[in-house]
């Protein structure tokens, strides 16, 4: 009887000394699909458009990395690979989440730059017939070279906004028509400021 005994009581032991170090393995398949959810966000796109997001994700699978490698060099009957395990699910969650992102801001760009593009034409064309009544005189006339140049950088940029939108390289084409946007307001607010200063000497 003690023998049965003391055999189930091995055999139990047995058992749990295999549940144990069944759950202490390295979590290999969750590494590997982790990966694969993180190369697959690491797009152009993903990263033009929501680098911040996929930048998390790839932190988070770092350092589930190094919690397993710290597991790794721990006594077998001492490792706990669980914390490595909920970083690894929570970097594939961010993984998707860049994805998501990468689309929505996107699109945002894509509108954002399509609105400032379409103001653009009136906007230089205000630029122009602003500078065409600016204040004419001999300590003018830098002023003014200087401002018709900035008209010339404007309408480059603008050219150079509407191609980028053409090849849907949408944040590329905002940063031009913003720069275009920034010399045409540049131009009307120093010959407005000239103006008034005209008027000041009178």
Do not use: H, W
Not at 54 to 71: F, G, N, V, W
Request: proline fraction near 1%.
């Amino acid at each position: 009887m003690k023998n049965v005994r003391f055999g189930m009581i091995m055999a139990l032991a047995l058992a749990a000394a295999f549940l144990f170090f069944a759950c202490a393995s390295a979590p290999k398949e969750e590494v590997s699909a982790t990966q694969t959810a993180i190369q697959a966000a690491q797009t152009e796109d993903v990263r033009t458009y929501a680098a911040d997001s996929l930048k998390d994700a790839e932190d988070t699978m770092a350092k589930a990395t190094a919690e397993i490698q710290t597991q790794d060099g721990k006594f077998a009957m001492s490792r706990d690979y669980k914390p490595a395990s909920e970083m690894l699910k929570e970097a594939k969650d961010k993984a998707a989440k860049a994805q998501a992102d990468a689309v929505e801001n996107k699109t945002k760009v894509k509108a954002e730059a399509e609105t400032v593009i379409a103001s653009l034409t009136t906007l230089i064309a205000d630029a122009k017939k602003a500078l065409a009544g600016a204040p004419k005189g001999k300590d003018t006339k830098a002023e003014i070279e200087a401002m018709q140049n900035d008209l010339v950088s404007a309408e480059e940029a603008a050219a150079a906004a509407t191609t980028a939108m053409s090849q849907e390289k949408y944040m590329d084409a905002l940063g031009q028509a913003n720069a275009a946007k920034a010399k045409a307001d540049g131009v009307i607010e120093q010959v407005t400021a000239a103006k008034e200063k005209m008027k000041a000497r009178r």
